[in-house]
């Protein structure tokens, strides 16, 4: 497995501005992967952050609005920008550790409120 | 599109009782499977994956198949406990596709 930190565990931010999620791993990992649960939803996956190249988005997530870097293999970051209420989730990394069989491994999320 | 499909909850059961959440999935190529779980306030954890045709995850108790006639992989668990309250995913990843597609979650709820 893997130990996966978060920060902010939670924030409370005004309409209009941005916040940075910060996800640390204990160890280097090539995939690491952003996800959001709205309230009382499944997970909808973001994007995909490679160490070293662009993050790949999935559709309806753009990169204007959630910037994404990945400086080294153990880091990155996901920033939700001009946000609004409707940016209230909880946003998950994830890592895969390799293999064949793709199993990932989830931070403890962060709950984003958006007034 | 590749998609999971889970049983609509919330459930509701008393302990000891037996636990069966259903899941079944639609997928272009051969999907490995996973249930994971999500405690009040905590993140997703890994609770059982399989990743071929009639294989079984295992584990805490819980158990599913990998049926690939039905395209199914139920959860199932045969004297729930308190502890187990929880929100239950089913998911699957591609070779190759390095993502994970999960369902709509099942919330369970345990009464002592």
């Known amino acids: 497995s893997a130990v996966i930190s978060q920060k902010p565990s939670r924030d409370i931010c005004q309409r209009g501005t941005s916040l940075t999620i910060q996800c640390q791993v204990d160890s280097q990992v090539t995939m690491m992967f952003w996800y959001r649960q709205q309230p009382g939803q499944s997970l909808t996956l973001i994007a995909t952050?490679?160490?070293?190249?662009?993050?790949?988005?999935e559709s309806g997530f753009v990169i204007d609005k959630f910037p994404i870097s990945r400086p080294n293999l153990t880091f990155s970051t996901l920033t939700v920008s001009n946000m609004s209420p409707e940016d209230s989730s909880i946003y998950l990394c994830?890592?895969?550790?390799?293999?064949?069989?793709?199993?990932?491994?989830f931070g403890p999320g962060t709950r984003l409120t958006v007034l | 599109g590749d998609s999971v499909t889970q049983m609509e909850g919330p459930v509701t059961l008393s302990e000891e009782a037996f636990l069966t959440i259903n899941c079944t999935y639609t997928a272009t190529g051969y999907p490995s499977l996973f249930w994971y779980v999500q405690y009040p306030g905590e993140g997703l954890q890994l609770l059982l994956k399989?990743?071929?045709?009639?294989d079984k995850g295992s584990n805490k108790g819980f158990e599913a198949t990998y049926r690939k006639e039905t395209t199914s992989f139920h959860l199932e668990k045969g004297s729930v406990q308190v502890s187990d309250s929880a929100v239950y995913f089913c998911?699957?990843?591609?070779?190759?596709?390095?993502?994970?597609?999960f369902g709509q979650g099942t919330r369970l709820t345990i009464n002592p």
């Open positions: 399989a990743t071929k045709a009639d």
């Open positions: 952050a490679n160490q070293g190249s662009e993050a790949t988005y």
């Open positions: 994830s890592v895969d550790r390799g293999g064949a069989f793709n199993e990932q491994f």
């Open positions: 998911a699957l990843s591609l070779q190759g596709a390095q993502k994970l597609v």
